[in-house]
């Protein structure tokens, strides 16, 4: 006789085995078990008062370093949060406090900054800050003027399909690049099995020539972030879920990019920068 309950419980034993495998996967290909190692000889240094530290941009010129600050926690829970964007003055002597001043005054009321990016042009010319403003299933760009260490609110740069906007390399005043990290819609089911099953390879990059956005390149699986080389001539990106960094070449007449190289990172990349001597 056919025990239905034994083949009803091995069958759900199946499906529970299935699930811990493929979410295992995920967490796997998010970088979530790799091993970071360290490669800084600095000395670090807690600044507190603050909470979500979401990305940083360094003001050569102000000597300044500004910060978006996001308490995701409670957003999540409904709470009324407003994000902020900080400037912080390190000491060259680590025995000296750091104190954050919120410069982003003049934001937008709903400001929920995620990622920034900065332009500089010259020693004293034109610097632009261009930030991330991710609240809920709205991404927009908000660009500032940045001048002795203060922020001028200038633009506010919508684009409807773009809901997902992970990242912002500024290229001049106005143009500038995003990483959409994927075209289906953020936290819907579809969203989550193509993810699960590494299927989604729909994170794209975006250019903003100054009046228009149009897609650059594709095939990203979860686009992270970016950076553009210090002469302009080369854009990198990172992909969470395919673990990669990706290498283009950029028409700098039209901001069209060209693949040219993709190395395996082993984890997924993101926040990341280009130094002063190009590395």
Known sequence: MINISKIFWTFVGLIMISLVYVWAGAFTRAGEFSNIYP???????????????????????????????????????????????????????????????????NAPTDLAPIALGIWQYGDYGVATLAVVNRKGSRSVIETYGVSQGELTHTATINHPPLDRISDVAPVSQQAFY??????YKSGSMVSAIAQMFDKDNTGSIWYYDGSNYRKVATGLSFASSIAVSNDGTKVYATGIFSRNLRIYDRNLETGDLSLADEVFLGTGADNIFIDDEGR
């Open 39 to 105: 490669r800084f000889d600095g000395v670090c240094q807690n600044v507190a008062g603050y909470l979500g530290a979401e990305d940083m941009a360094y003001d050569s010129r102000g000597d300044q370093l500004i910060v978006a600050s996001l308490n995701r926690r409670a957003m999540a829970q409904g709470n009324g949060v407003r994000g902020a964007l900080l400037r912080l003055r390190p000491d060259l002597d680590p025995s000296v406090p750091i104190t954050p001043v919120d410069i982003s005054n």
């Open 178 to 183: 995003v990483t959409n990290e994927s075209d």
